[in-house]
């Protein structure tokens, strides 16, 4: 079964930092992608930022672009996202996802219905 953990939210002021990691276990599938989200209540939920395992390939959402970073330890199966120069508009609840990656580009896969999902991390920036 595949899980996914993540950790690292918090609180922190306006132009801080944090680091998410996101804990897997349970991959069976050889190529793969790892997804960030992110939703504030009353929105919808958007992707940010994506990595390839195949190649290493990154997304980034335009607004994210230059202030945070996606990496991976396949060692120690976990996946970071570096978060700098963090915005009041960056606070939500921010996922990992997981799911087979069968093209070329890891923001065209298909999350919601071939992924899994961690429960999520409160990142709340303050002005």
């Known amino acids: 079964e595949v899980q996914l953990v993540e950790s690292g939210g918090g609180l922190v002021q306006a132009g801080g930092s944090l680091r998410l990691s996101c804990a897997a276990s349970g991959f069976t599938f050889d190529d793969y992608a790892i997804g960030w989200f992110r939703q504030v209540p009353g929105k919808e939920r958007e992707g940010i930022s994506c990595?390839?395992?195949?190649?290493?390939?990154?997304f980034y959402l335009d607004s994210v672009k230059g202030r945070f970073t996606i990496s991976s330890d396949n060692a120690k199966n976990t996946f970071y996202l570096q978060m700098n120069s963090l915005k009041p508009d960056d606070t939500a609840v921010y996922y990992c996802a997981a799911a087979p990656q069968y093209g070329s580009h890891c923001q065209w896969v298909d999350y919601n219905a071939l992924g899994y999902w961690g429960k999520g991390t409160l990142v709340t920036v303050s002005s």
């Open positions: 990595i390839a395992s195949r190649d290493g390939n990154t």
